[in-house]
């Protein structure tokens, strides 16, 4: 079965750019999640979607940051202008809805800002 | 603010000993618990839940869970140094999202 389907793997773009990251959820996942990983404050949840409603973006950092799910089947996250500070893993993960149900992560997308 | 602590390690044994990991959590109306291994430079991936207090085994895993002391652990046995990863304990809040800890390391020596 596939997994978590994430693109691209890696992206290393100057600042001020945009930055568009995709995710593809596993088929019958209602529950998608973004999270962006570092060193210094460890996995960070961004932003979840409950049957492609946004539920909570209570962790997105600032303007610059967006996130859609335009279907059962796709979410992006959108970083406008991007920075330096930016810089990150970030992992999209999907479940089935219910606080039972655990998560699977994508392999992730190294985000370099240059 | 709702945590979940675990000691950042490096926690080092031998090969074919016990490694035993531990994890906190601030959050009494959690319900849900899950321990995730991540190599470095992959993603995070599901290796344990529990919902119930008690033991919890699955092959040379046991999983552990006190929820009056709010304390999770996972047990590796007879562990390899393949099982060198860094470990991730998280719970599930109400609201349907996982708080995650800030994961400790392991090391298995050969």
């Known amino acids: 079965d596939a997994g978590v389907i994430q693109s691209p793997r890696h992206e290393v773009t100057e600042m001020g750019q945009e930055v568009t990251l995709r995710c593809k959820p596993i088929?019958?996942?209602?529950?998608l999640f973004w999270y962006r990983q570092t060193m210094m404050r460890g996995l960070e949840l961004l932003i979840y979607?409950?049957?492609?409603?946004?539920?909570?973006d209570s962790g997105m950092p600032e303007d610059r940051f967006s996130a859609k799910m335009p279907n059962a089947s796709f979410s992006t996250l959108k970083i406008q202008p991007s920075e330096p500070r930016d810089s990150a893993v970030y992992f999209c993960?999907?479940?089935?809805?219910?606080?039972?149900?655990?998560?699977?992560f994508g392999d992730g997308t190294r985000l370099s800002i240059l | 603010q709702k945590e979940v602590e675990q000691n950042s390690g490096p926690l080092s044994v031998p090969e074919g000993a016990i490694a035993s990991l531990n994890c906190t959590y601030s959050d009494r109306v959690s319900q849900s618990f899950f321990w995730y291994r991540q190599y470095s430079g992959k993603s995070p991936e599901l290796i344990m839940s529990i919902y119930s207090n008690g033991d919890k085994e699955d092959g040379r895993f046991t999983a552990q869970l006190n929820k009056a002391s709010q304390y999770v652990s996972l047990l590796i046995r007879d562990s390899q140094p393949s099982d060198s990863a860094t470990y991730l304990c998280a719970d599930y809040n109400a609201g349907n999202m996982l708080t995650f800890g800030g994961g400790t390391r392991l090391m298995v020596k050969p």
């Open positions: 979607f409950n049957n492609n409603v946004p539920i909570d």
């Open positions: 088929s019958g996942h209602n529950s």
């Open positions: 993960a999907s479940s089935f809805g219910g606080d039972n149900q655990p998560q699977h």
